[in-house]
């Protein structure tokens, strides 16, 4: 099983939509949780960490449920601008290794149209 | 200063050079990777330092050479590479896990290799 999980996408939607990405990791010792955006051709940004009480930052919601080991992210009012790769990330324990470091998911891709 | 800075951006290199991908922050970040990422693929974990030490090495060929010199800077040295390596490295630093409660990564906009 993957550490971590993602929907495959891609998600096309038109302007305006709301949209959710789901994510699902397996090591229940995983400590920090993240959303990156990733446009082409350019690194990984933080777009949100994400938190067990579950957070928003405008038209963006992020939810954690550690029992179920799940992530998700809302988008509303989906723009334009908001096409792009977005990448679960945990911070975790890769296998057969003594440190920690961010694992990615597969990402899903988002492409809003006019 | 949330910048992590990487140079060279791109760089074309023969199978038989060495070369070196350069990667520093000013952050007091004491945890840096680096990540591999092919075209429409994410990222893939090469190697961490923790405090300046190796502490995970994902079974990365030894073509690969990782230094850590000091808290800042991060190096990548190359060495007879081929041509799968052509990739996306990127650099990334954080606060280690557990030392507080800020510990997403920032990273560098990367070096585009292309072996040859």
Same mark, same amino acid.
């Given at each position: 099983?993957?550490?971590? /999980?993602?929907?495959? +996408?891609?998600?096309?939607?038109? /302007? ?26 350019? /690194?990984? #940004? ?9 957070? /928003?930052? +405008? ?19 989906? #723009? ?24 990615? +998911?597969? +990402? ?7 | ?11 074309? !290199? ?12 000013? !952050?007091?970040?004491?945890? !840096? ?12 974990? !090469?190697? *961490? ?66 072996? *040859?």
């Amino acid at each position: 099983r993957k550490e971590v /999980e993602q929907d495959p +996408g891609p998600f096309n939607v038109p /302007e305006g939509a709301t949209v959710a990405f789901n994510c699902t990791y397996s090591n229940s010792a995983s400590q920090s949780f993240f959303w990156y955006r990733q446009d082409c051709r350019k /690194e990984p #940004k933080l777009l949100m960490s994400v938190y067990s009480s579950g957070n /928003e930052d +405008g038209r963006f919601t992020a939810q954690l449920n550690r029992a179920s080991q799940y992530i998700s992210l809302l988008i509303r009012d989906s #723009k334009l601008s908001d096409s792009a790769t977005y990448l679960c990330v945990v911070i975790g324990f890769p296998p057969n290794q003594a440190g920690t470091a961010l694992i990615f +998911g597969k +990402g899903t891709t988002l492409s809003v149209s006019s | 200063d949330t910048e992590v800075t990487q140079t060279p951006k791109h760089l074309v !290199m023969g199978m038989t050079n060495k070369k070196s991908l350069k990667c520093e922050q000013h !952050m007091g970040h004491r945890a !840096m990777y680096w990540y591999k990422q092919k075209a429409k693929k994410p990222p893939e974990l !090469m190697f *961490v330092y923790s405090y300046e030490k190796l502490s995970i090495n994902e079974s990365v060929p030894s073509r690969f050479s990782p230094e850590c010199p000091n808290s800042s800077l991060l190096n990548l040295h190359l060495h007879a590479l081929q041509p799968e390596d052509s990739a996306l490295y990127l650099c990334a630093s954080s606060h280690p896990a557990g030392a507080g409660p800020d510990t997403e990564a920032f990273f560098g906009q990367g070096t585009r290799l292309t072996v *040859v």
